[in-house]
T-cell receptor, first 117, second 115 residues
């Protein structure tokens, strides 16, 4: 079946522009995560949704970052007034079950590579 | 707070040689431990995971890992490396409290395979 998809795959933005990154999780997956992967680093947690509820946004680096999942499926990560330090790969992952089932696999999308000039 | 250390940034091995990638974690309780592989332009693919039971776990592509609580380690091994194994490998720990069991990743080990 189809895996997690993300669009666009590549995004170049001028400093100060707003961007929106989309994630289509695996159908029926309840949990959705966003991670940020800077060059040469491992992914770092940004935020977590259970269905449409954003239960943890402790990893969002500033109030310029905003995520939503209004219908409990597709999610959008929005970055306002982009800065050069926002340049990174943004990964989305989905998981079939809810919190408390951390033993279950998170399935990752290919990521969106954001470059801020 | 949970954390993961992968002490080797780069490793080069000859095709057919054995491989061991090191991973040390810090976590207060029994952790959920994962190894993921990332090829260029690709998402992360799960190789194997440990959450309880037998401390030696088998994964895909001939990989295995051993959980050693006394050493806080979860090293990844493969007896004979193939050229297609060249990629970046990430160890991750998942907690049982909060954040939907978000994953905390190490900084990764880049594996190069010499033919």
């Amino acid at each position: 079946g189809a895996g997690v998809s993300q669009s666009p795959r590549y995004k170049v933005a001028k400093r100060g522009q707003d961007v929106a990154l989309r994630c289509d999780p695996i159908s029926g997956h309840v949990s959705l995560f966003w991670y940020q992967q800077a060059l040469g680093q491992g992914p770092e947690f940004l935020t977590y949704f259970q269905n449409e509820a954003q239960l943890d946004k402790s990893g969002l680096p500033s109030d310029r970052f905003f995520a939503e999942r209004p219908e409990g499926s597709v999610s959008t990560l929005k970055i306002q007034r982009t800065q050069q330090e926002d340049s990174a790969v943004y990964l989305c992952a989905s998981r079939t079950r809810t919190s408390g089932s951390g033993r279950n696999e998170q399935f990752f999308g290919p990521g969106t590579r954001l470059t801020v000039l | 707070a949970q954390s993961v250390t992968q002490p080797d940034i780069h490793i080069t091995v000859s095709e057919g040689a054995s491989l061991e990638l090191r991973c040390n974690y810090s976590y207060g309780a029994t952790p959920y431990l994962f190894w993921y592989v990332q090829s260029p332009g690709q998402g992360l693919q799960l190789l194997l995971k440990y959450f309880s039971g037998d401390t030696l776990v088998q994964g895909i592509k001939g990989f295995e890992a051993e959980f050693k609580r006394s050493q806080s380690s979860f090293n990844l091994r493969k007896p004979s490396v193939h050229w297609s194994d060249a990629a970046e490998y990430f160890c991750a720990v998942g907690g049982v409290t909060g954040g939907g069991n978000k994953l905390t990743f190490g900084t990764g080990t880049q594996l190069k395979v010499e033919l």
